[in-house]
């Protein structure tokens, strides 16, 4: 075990920071356990850090703040079942190698594997394809430490409980395990091809209906899009080494035709810090406020030039699911981090939101309480129910979730 005292702490992109009065690193689940509860005979908040790949400040404390890190590995896959219990620091790129050995896989993932599981799962991390959700719609089972330093295990036998605790944002507990559900590992073969931004809104809806995942990105410097797209293949791996290419380029999204297993074909390289804001849509709003993003970024902010992202999900029924149960697109607008980036966001935001949007958790958003309680309306109020239930004293909470109205 490794407890220090450290001054601050930033998340992975560099525009978080808090100053916790102490890093914890258990290296057992019997140890977060004994962590856990004395932070709270404290009166300390706890927070976990993950891979500080939020955007949000969801992780940030001045209390305790845990490191998973140790405490990480797949423990087993169910030969029956093919369900994955998956120790809670265990980052995304370190799962696929051994599920592979079992025979499985992920059935999505998003195309940044930095992430670990438990934070992937409790903010709603997500690919593309609305015949796959999100890491927290392949949960199976979710083992939390509660205050008092127990373990509790949430499964689908506690219908509302397992709402909430699908997608909790750390509210509930301390993710320790996770059972996730698998498929048998697959080979992916990735395709993209470029268009004007016309063509592209015009065929990308064929292509999405028809291949097992798709998404695009416009390039605002050209004014070009490029579709991706992965189908299931039997072909042997064949994936030719592509050097990383600076954001906005062409070449970063127009890639050689590759074939691997999914979990290497999924991933892009991510070297350059940035900050991130995206929004989720009824499906058919996503061509019209893209549309509205690429007039506003072409005609008010200009020196924005990072890409857009543009995927597919799922409807989901987690209460702070961002689908709210509905077939949605997501759009992400990113920025460098040594770039002026927030009054683009808050433009941006307003045209997600007057086309009915909710905020990805891990990224950032500015409509505060009343934009959230609009957006979620009885779905926030019973995830509160669980969250009072199990935390009553809040302390899972932190000032920025409080502020969105969520926790104490």
């Known amino acids: 075990m490794t407890a220090t005292h450290v001054a601050d702490w930033t998340n992975w992109a560099g525009n978080v920071r808090a100053e916790p009065r102490r890093v914890h690193q258990p290296e057992t689940i019997d140890e977060l356990r004994r962590m856990v509860a004395e932070a709270a005979r404290r009166g300390e908040r706890v927070r976990v850090a993950g891979s500080g790949h939020s955007f949000s400040p969801i992780c940030a404390t001045d209390g305790t703040l845990l490191d998973l890190s140790a405490i990480a590995g797949l423990e087993r896959v169910d030969p029956d079942t093919g369900a994955a219990v998956v120790l809670a620091g265990t980052k995304l790129h370190a799962l696929g190698e051994p599920l592979l050995a079992a025979g499985r896989a992920l059935a999505n993932q998003g195309d940044i594997d930095r992430q670990a599981i438990a934070g992937a799962l409790s903010t709603g991390t997500h690919g593309t394809g609305r015949a796959f959700g999100s890491f927290a719609a392949q949960a ?154 690429r007039r506003l970024m072409k005609t008010e902010h200009p020196d924005c030039t990072w890409a857009v992202e543009y995927r597919t999900q799922p409807g989901e029924d987690a209460y702070l699911s961002p689908t709210q149960g509905e077939e949605s697109v997501t759009i992400s607008v990113h920025q460098a981090i040594d770039q002026p980036w927030e009054p683009f966001f808050r433009d941006a935001e307003g045209v997600f939101a007057a086309h009915g949007g909710r905020a990805h958790w891990g990224k950032l958003q500015y409509r505060g309480r009343d934009g959230i309680a609009a957006a979620y309306g009885d779905s926030l109020a019973r995830f509160e129910a669980v969250r009072a239930e199990m935390d009553p004293d809040g302390v899972f909470g932190n000032d920025y979730l409080r502020e969105v109205g969520l926790g104490r």
């Not at 350059?272 to 989720?280: A, S």
Request: hydrophobic residues 40%; aromatic residues 10%; glycine residues 4%.
């Open 140 to 293: 199976v089972a979710i083992e939390f430490v509660t205050p008092q330093g127990d373990l509790v295990s949430i499964d689908a036998n506690d219908p509302a409980r397992f709402r909430a605790a699908r997608l909790s944002l750390g509210l509930l507990g301390v993710v320790a395990r996770v059972t996730i559900g698998t498929v048998p590992a697959y080979r992916l073969r990735e395709q993209s091809e470029a268009l004007s931004f016309d063509e592209c809104l015009e065929r990308y809806p064929a292509i999405e209906a028809s291949r097992r995942n798709a998404e695009f990105w416009w390039l605002p410097a050209l004014d070009r899009c490029v579709i991706k797209q992965f189908d299931e293949t039997a072909d042997a791996p064949n994936r030719p080494d592509v050097p990383e290419h600076p954001p906005g380029t062409l070449e970063r999204y127009l890639k050689p035709d590759a074939v691997d297993w999914s979990f290497r074909i999924y991933p892009s390289l991510r070297t350059v810090p940035f900050v991130e804001l995206e929004y989720t849509l009824p499906f058919a709003e996503g061509p019209a406020a893209i549309r509205e993003v």
